[in-house]
């Protein structure tokens, strides 16, 4: 028996199955130059009938899936074509040559970017590279398709075309030496709620294809060829989940309400309509986070108004609940490939989120343009985040009020009373919370950005990481003191980072007085259950001891966490 233990995870479940090590074909370019302008024509011709049948392709995955409808917009992306055109008819590269020398310059100056989520996108450049390849020699693009027991799926990566093609009666798990949590196959995961890990960096070089393979999601632990103790114990706790997730999931409908009569939100954090409409099978209450940078991110320039309106209307009409949506996010640490930003000593404290949408007041208040014209189909709420001041805040409601004059004097209907919000991730904000409840609708705290500033920790440093971590007394004293400020003012406050969704601190975050938490949309029959059975009064009294804690051990003592 092998045991690899993968550090960081985003799933849960217990899967066993035999491996499948999937080892894609690389269509390779044919490697020769072209000569004369019937020849360069010739492969134009050839480059744009690939165009033409990848897009057909891919605007049906995109139907049923947005992770396609990025795709469709890199096939057809105007600078990949001009590279591409640039290759045959000024350095005589054929098609094929011309086409894998683009997609491969163009991903590895993605895969250049400081920014995970942009680093994770040269992948999906990849992936329709390889479906331009396989349409300019006629083969058909190969996939997982023809799967038909059950497996355990082991690959160096896998990309959006990889997944699309599973039949997930077969797969019951996949493991991946490559990847990030915030990577497409692992939001396809996350919805599905399978369990999977990646980043397992020595996994290929330990399973062979047959080899029996179980793993823990949420413990990170795999065996290869387990033996049976092992098998036991591991399918032993699988059971007990699985009944457990029955009777938790059994109850999904039921508000999250305390013995002693207290109802909380619990929401889940999205990016895109079809995220929401994978999340509603959760019953969950609305959404807490809308990212819209994924929409800027996955596009060739910036999204016009009628394509941001039109997505967030969309986003509004499927949920049918409370649309909580966060502008844009951006700068700094996440690129855009399209736009240039300056390289920063420390982008986390750089020119990001509202302080870009502030200096690029053209682009935000398109944003708010959109915002204000879908919200006319159901209730959203604009949060802003990276807030210090109560000064921030006034200038982006003097921007609302323009957009809002700007719409009535072209005669566009738009929702006048639309809520505004802001998040709460800075020291700043929590010393001016008392102030910034005042000029605001409701907070929501993001713990994960609050938690690096708050302990002064690089959670991307490895050397430090074992500092941060949001049960610090100075984080809870600092999440304590934002729940009250809100409460004192009568405004909602919810959490939106990662902690939201840690069961271990709920009883603590309703002591304190919190109204909703909002998480990944799996997650949330788990915390609606777990409010169900807490006490308010209880809460609160925990909560008070929490607070005379003055150390992390101290605090986990408190809660029982080993």
Known sequence: MKHIKV???????IAEAEAYVYEKEELTAAKYLINGEAEISEN???????????SKDLSVLAEDSAIFAGH????????LKEMVLSKI??????????????????????????????????????????????????????????????????????????????????????????????????????????????GASTILENVKTGD??????????????????????????????????????????????????????????VGSAEEIKQAMKYKIDGVGLFRTEFLFMDNTDFPSEDEQYNAYKDAVEALKGELIIRTLDIGGDKALPYYEFDVEENPFLGWRAVRMCLEKADIFKTQLKALLRAAVYGPIKIMIPMIISVNEVNQVK???????????????????????????????????????????????????DLTQYVLAVDRGNERIEHLYDSYNPAVLRAINQVIKAANNAGIEVGMCGEFASDANITEVLLGFGMDE??????????????????????????????????????????????
């Open 72 to 79: 469709l917009s890199i096939a057809n992306d105007i600078a």
């Open 7 to 13: 550090a960081r995870t985003f799933t849960r479940g």
């Open 89 to 198: 008819k000024d350095e005589k590269q054929n098609v094929e040559l011309a086409v894998e020398n683009a997609i491969a310059e163009l991903s590895a100056m993605m895969a250049g970017i400081d920014d995970a989520y942009m680093q994770e996108r040269a992948v999906d450049i990849l992936d329709v590279g390889a479906r331009f390849m396989a349409a300019l020699q006629g083969k058909e693009f190969a996939g997982l398709d023809h799967i038909q027991k059950e497996v355990i799926i082991i690959a160096d990566d896998l990309t959006p075309s990889d997944t699309s093609s599973m039949n997930f009666d077969y797969v019951k798990g996949f493991i991946t030496e490559r990847g990030g949590v915030t990577s497409h196959v692992s939001i396809i995961a996350r919805s599905l709620g399978l369990p999977a890990l990646v």
């Open 398 to 448: 003097e921007l609302i009020s323009e957009c809002k004059s700007e719409l009535k004097a072209a005669g566009v209907e738009y929702a006048d009373d639309v809520p505004v919000g802001i998040m709460i991730e800075t020291p700043a904000a929590v010393m001016m919370a008392d102030a910034l409840a005042e000029v605001v609708d409701f907070f929501s705290i993001g713990t994960n």
């Open 44 to 54: 134009i011709e050839l480059f744009e009938k690939a165009v033409d049948a990848v």
């Open 212 to 269: 029996q393979v179980l793993f823990d999601a949420e413990s990170g632990d795999i065996y290869i060829n387990p033996d049976q103790q092992t098998r036991d114990d591991l399918l032993e706790k699988s059971k007990a989940d699985a009944e457990l997730k029955a009777q938790i999931e059994a109850k999904m409908d039921l508000p999250a309400t305390t013995e002693d009569g207290k109802t909380l939100k619990v929401y889940a954090n």
């Open 517 to 562: 938490y909002s998480m990944a949309a799996s997650e949330t029959p788990i915390i609606k259950e777990k409010i169900r059975n807490l006490n308010y009064a209880k809460a609160q009294e925990l909560a008070e001891k929490v607070l005379t804690c003055s150390t992390t051990e101290e605090v986990y003592q408190l809660l029982g966490i080993e």
